[in-house]
């Protein structure tokens, strides 16, 4: 639910603005539609990521099992309730997979409730809290971001740099910016479970997203954004 309190803020903020950065496309029109921003004072500056800090080896458990990870607050905002539906339909097809819900939020236990009535639940590891969000996208064969409704989603780059294949959905900032990954609709989890089987099945697909993924990544850096904020700043000087 919106807080009046904080929307009236921001409002207020963006009104006396003589510029608005934002994160996405898709942010500048939700700023637009909903706090009645002019396009023209929006500014985009995407989000980056220290790919460095992703590096080195890969995880390995030992288990015969391939694991799809969803990694996030358990909000509706991120969609994993979308995860468990697609994960169910994975499995109908497909065995040996396992299903990692790492994070917390309010929806945790609506989606325990959830992968039970789905008869998922010896299939499905809610993890709570990670200290290392970094051990979870190496130890991961997939990473899937199902977001309702994302300003951008870092997380799927800090995936893409640690060396996972990713599939985000289109509903995300982070859509816009990367080309080496999957997009599926959050709604759509028909085709979500699909593309989870196809990555999951085919090693050259995988290795090419995972290969092409890293190149990508280390093309971004956290000094252009500060060069394109800088410019911004530059601009209403």
């Not at 080896?57 to 015969?64: C, F, H, N, P």
């Not at 990713?166 to 509903?171: A, G, K, L, N, W």
């Amino acid at each position: 639910s919106i807080n009046p309190w904080v929307s009236e803020i921001e409002w207020k903020g963006m009104y006396h603005a003589d510029k608005v950065i934002t994160v996405s496309n898709y942010m500048k029109e939700r700023i637009h539609k909903y706090y009645g921003v002019p396009r023209s004072k929006i500014e985009v500056v995407y989000n980056s990521v220290e790919h460095e800090k992703y590096e080195g080896e890969r995880i390995k458990l030992g288990l015969d099992e391939k694991i799809v990870l969803f990694l996030g607050r358990l909000t509706l905002q991120k969609g994993p309730d979308y995860f468990l539906e697609a994960a169910k339909k994975v499995l109908q097809h497909m065995d040996g997979v396992k299903f990692i819900v790492a994070g917390k939020g309010d929806m945790l236990p609506q989606l325990i409730h959830k992968s039970i009535e789905l008869r998922i639940s010896e299939h499905v590891i809610f993890t709570g809290f990670v200290e290392s969000e970094r051990d979870c996208y190496k130890m991961a064969d997939l990473y899937v971001m199902p977001s309702v409704s994302e300003p951008f989603g870092i997380t799927a780059l800090e995936a893409m740099a640690s060396g996972t294949p990713v599939i985000i959905s289109r509903q995300s900032g982070v859509s816009e910016v990367v080309k080496h990954c999957m997009k599926v609709d959050f709604w759509n989890t028909d085709e979500l479970a699909n593309k989870i089987i196809g990555v999951l099945s085919y090693t050259s697909l995988k290795r090419e997203m995972k290969t092409n993924g890293l190149r990508e990544i280390k093309n971004q850096s956290w000094l252009n954004v500060a060069k394109e904020t800088r410019r911004v700043y530059t601009s209403v000087m």
